[in-house]
């Protein structure tokens, strides 16, 4: 069945440090993928999302491009805050989520110093 | 922005007690799902909801798991006979076709 993988945490950085997040897919047919994030006491927020291949998105200085022939959905940041401390979720849906669930990889946690 | 609120934050139950976690979607939408988070895993798909049915639900979701929206605003998952292992933290979301939101979470702990 379909599923994600992410890179384990916690991922520990310094303020302005650059950041990735690796993330892999298995999928039947042409998902849509999605970062999520989760800070702290707080519910699941879409990041960004892409819809088709070579698709990037990005929000907030985060970005991520949907790479069919490697499977992946990498999430990079040039330049972290520590307001970027968070827990982020890599998933994938039915292409324009319609109505469709949402699968979701393992989380990693960031953590961001001063 | 509108927001998908969840009620309530912390659930603490004995094992075999029924539960109910109450969620209210975003007014104007139409697709509706919970998921859950057990402590350190992937959060996991429960169930959707379309149409006053289910539309698709997963194995986790057995006969001890229930969905209703009573009144066209609230959101309800029911767990009938709470096990240790449904100890999570249960997420609501609702969709209009674009995106989904997510509410904050019940944290259900089951002794």
């Known amino acids: 069945g379909d599923s994600v993988t992410q890179m384990e945490g916690p991922v520990t950085l310094s303020e302005e440090a650059f950041l990735t997040i690796n993330c892999t897919y298995t999928a039947t047919g042409y998902p849509s993928l999605f970062w999520y994030v989760q800070y702290p006491g707080e519910g699941l927020q879409l990041l960004l999302k892409a819809t088709k291949a070579d698709d990037k998105g990005s929000n907030k200085g985060f970005e991520a491009t949907y790479r069919k022939e490697t499977t992946s959905f990498h999430l990079e940041k040039g330049s972290v805050q520590v307001s970027d401390s968070a827990v982020y979720f890599c998933a994938l849906g039915p292409r324009g989520n319609q109505g469709g669930k949402l699968i979701f990889g393992q989380g990693t946690e960031l953590s961001v110093k001063p | 922005e509108p927001e998908v609120t969840q009620t309530p934050s912390h659930q603490v139950t004995q094992m075999g007690q029924e539960v109910i976690l109450r969620c209210v979607p975003i007014s104007n939408h139409l697709y509706f799902y919970w998921y859950r988070q057990i402590l350190g895993q992937k959060v996991e798909f429960l169930v959707s909801f379309y149409n006053n049915e289910i539309s698709e639900k997963s194995e986790i979701f057995d006969d001890q798991f229930s969905v209703e929206r009573p009144d066209g605003s609230n959101f309800t998952l029911k767990i009938r006979s709470t096990k240790l292992e449904d100890s999570a933290m249960y997420f609501c979301?609702?969709?209009?076709?674009?995106?989904?939101?997510f509410g904050p979470g019940t944290r259900l702990t089951v002794l």
């Open positions: 979301a609702s969709s209009d076709e674009v995106r989904e939101f």
